[in-house]
């Protein structure tokens, strides 16, 4: 038996018991697409699957394709992952294929700057590695369960392969699965686990995305030249934390701080995209600050644990200046309106009352239209307007203590709430100080 003729083999048997598994049951698919070679080759598996099926008469349950967009993916990964997505939602409405596509992106509370910027969160580590959970695991998640709530229980398809690495070898191993091969998923309920590509190798990846041109149009070009220039590597669709750190390996995100030299985007400079080059330089100074101490508020988030805490003030405000400015000098959009809008909200709640967002936005040509609305003498309690005049306080500061008290503490009968009061407004009132000495140090409050 010829080489090409086991690998043949190898595909149709892989057809097979996908057919068969498509058949067996009701329950419809989830594919979990990342855009890298392993999940392309599940749905384009899938896709040839639904024609075949169509073609019988038989194409009856859904496949949902779920892709994630961290909204921090190297812009030309994002690029081809949502063109690819695009294009395989329209040639499956073409080919009347029961086949959605959904692309998931973190809510701005979630996103990487809110918690890096907003929050102050140091940037991620292996130890501290806040952002899978909050970019990558919540939004696929969310969209697995409206697909669940829906149908009751779904199959989950994963380009999973045992000889990717050791580690993953032994997972796979230790799986307790069904005479079909499906494992419950271990996190997310009434799903169960299919992984039909299970025994691959790479080279048979490779094989078959060379051989095979995608169902849906054009070819697997742009994505080969991806793995090229990125030296090889893919992050996959994480929907557990048990899924190996996508920063570990290449695709990641560019801003992630948790791997020692982004490989990815230095192959990507190395082939002609020399736009990503103060990208790069910015990932590396966000990984050099969090080890700065003086970058660092003393005490924890929960106010009584003594730190390193959160990025202090100035230092948010200076990462936040900056990537306005890499944004402005490589033409790209690295943060959208509504994470801007959200860090605001969390900067109001901590120590910005003078809009210092649609500020710095506004220096760098952008203009936000917050929903937070301004603080204007108009929209002002009339009475606190009244007060702060008689005793002659600065009227913003007033509301912004006013506000602060009403949201934050309505209730003052929590163990240590009103201290808290007390420190925050404290600490508003010295920051408000400190804020009219900066901008004139001769001035008299
Ligand atoms: S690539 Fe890095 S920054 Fe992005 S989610 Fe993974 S670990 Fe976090």
């Known amino acids: 038996m010829n080489q090409v003729t086991a690998i043949d083999n190898k595909f149709s048997a892989s057809q097979t018991a996908l057919r068969k598994l498509y058949e067996s049951d009701t329950r419809p698919w989830v594919i979990a697409y990342s855009g890298g070679k392993d999940s392309t080759t599940v749905l384009q598996l899938s896709y040839e699957l639904l024609l075949e099926k169509q073609a019988e008469g038989q194409a009856g349950k859904p496949i949902y394709v779920i892709s994630s967009d961290t909204r921090v993916e190297p812009p030309n990964v994002a690029a081809y992952l949502s063109q690819t997505l695009k294009a395989v939602g329209e040639a499956a409405t073409a080919d009347n294929l029961p086949l959605h596509t959904q692309l998931v992106s973190p809510k701005p509370e979630e996103s990487f700057w809110f918690k890096l910027i907003g929050l102050g969160y140091p940037s991620p580590t292996r130890w501290f590695r806040w952002c899978t959970t909050s970019m990558k695991i919540k939004p696929s998640r969310r969209a697995i369960e409206n697909v669940t709530r829906t149908h009751g229980s779904v199959i989950l398809l994963l380009g999973t392969r045992r000889l990717e690495s050791v580690n993953r070898g032994n997972a796979i191993a230790a799986r307790d699965t069904n005479e079909r091969g499906l494992n419950p998923h271990h996190e997310i309920p009434d799903a169960l686990v299919a992984t039909p590509i299970v025994d691959w190798t790479t ?46 390996s290449r695709f990641g995100c560019w801003t992630c701080t948790v791997v020692k030299e ?18 790069n330089v910015f990932r590396d100074w966000l990984k050099q600050i969090r080890e700065e101490q003086s ?29 306005l400015a890499l944004e402005d000098a490589v033409k790209l959009r690295l943060i959208a309106d509504e994470d801007l809008c959200a860090i605001q909200g969390a900067w109001n709640t901590e120590f910005d009352y003078s809009h210092i967002v649609s500020k710095l936005a506004a220096k760098y040509g952008r203009e936000i239209t917050m929903d ?74």
């Open 203 to 248: 080279d048979d990846v490779w094989e078959y995305l060379y051989s095979h041109n995608p169902p849906w149009g054009g070819s697997h070009d742009f994505m080969l030249s991806l793995y090229r220039q990125a030296n090889g590597g893919e992050c996959p669709l994480v929907l557990d934390l048990d899924t190996p750190s996508c920063g570990g």
């Open 262 to 279: 982004d490989k990815s985007m230095q192959g990507f400079i190395q082939s002609g995209e020399q736009n990503f080059q103060p990208l």
């Open 372 to 445: 937070i609305p301004p603080v204007s003498a108009s929209q002002t309690n009339p009475l606190l307007d009244v007060c702060a005049r008689d005793a002659d306080f600065p009227l913003e500061l007033a509301q912004h203590l006013f506000d602060t008290a009403r949201n934050r503490y309505a209730y003052l009968d929590r163990w240590g709430a009103k201290a808290e009061l007390e420190r925050t407004l404290k600490e508003l009132i010295e920051k408000d100080i400190n804020q009219a000495l900066q901008t004139d140090p001769a001035h008299d409050l």
């Open 295 to 323: 970058r660092r508020s003393p005490l924890r988030r929960d106010g009584k644990s003594a730190g390193p805490g959160p990025f202090n003030p100035a230092t948010r405000q200076e990462i936040l200046e900056r990537l």
